[in-house]
């Protein structure tokens, strides 16, 4: 098996394959991203991808995202710390940064209890909110 160098770390083909779908896609689960994946390697396996996305996550290569709706880790090329917007009629999730504006407000109202995780705001797109 081929290896390539991303970043300090040796990788694989397919890790270097999946890095480049994470790269289009943004946030994937690991069916997405074999799926995807098919298209050049249609014999890759689900156990591949699910060893390659642990791996990658693992060494802060990759991030994980919040679940979707049926509850499957999504996986986010976006491996800093940072909030998300989720859709909760269509799924979609797309990144923002807004814990440091909302941080102390919401300290503020939970009156002794302080935020230590990232932040995900649900609501509507608007795709879904013209539908």
């Not at 491996?79 to 300290?107: G, M, N, T, W, Y």
């Amino acid at each position: 098996m081929v290896d390539y160098k991303i970043g300090n770390s040796r990788q694989t083909k397919y890790c270097k394959a999946l890095v480049e779908s994470l790269t289009k896609m943004g946030h994937a689960t690991n069916l997405e991203l074999l799926q995807d994946l098919r298209q050049l390697y249609p014999n890759l396996s689900a156990t591949t991808v699910h060893r390659a996305t642990a791996r990658l996550a693992s060494r802060d290569q990759i991030g994980i995202a919040p679940a979707n709706k049926r509850g499957s880790t999504r996986y986010d090329i976006n491996s800093s710390q940072h909030d998300h917007f989720l859709c909760q009629a269509c799924d979609r999730l797309v990144d923002i940064d807004i814990k440091d504006q909302l941080q102390p407000l919401l300290e503020q109202s939970l009156k002794g209890f302080s935020l230590s995780s990232r932040l995900t705001i649900a609501g509507r797109c608007h795709s879904c909110q013209l539908t």
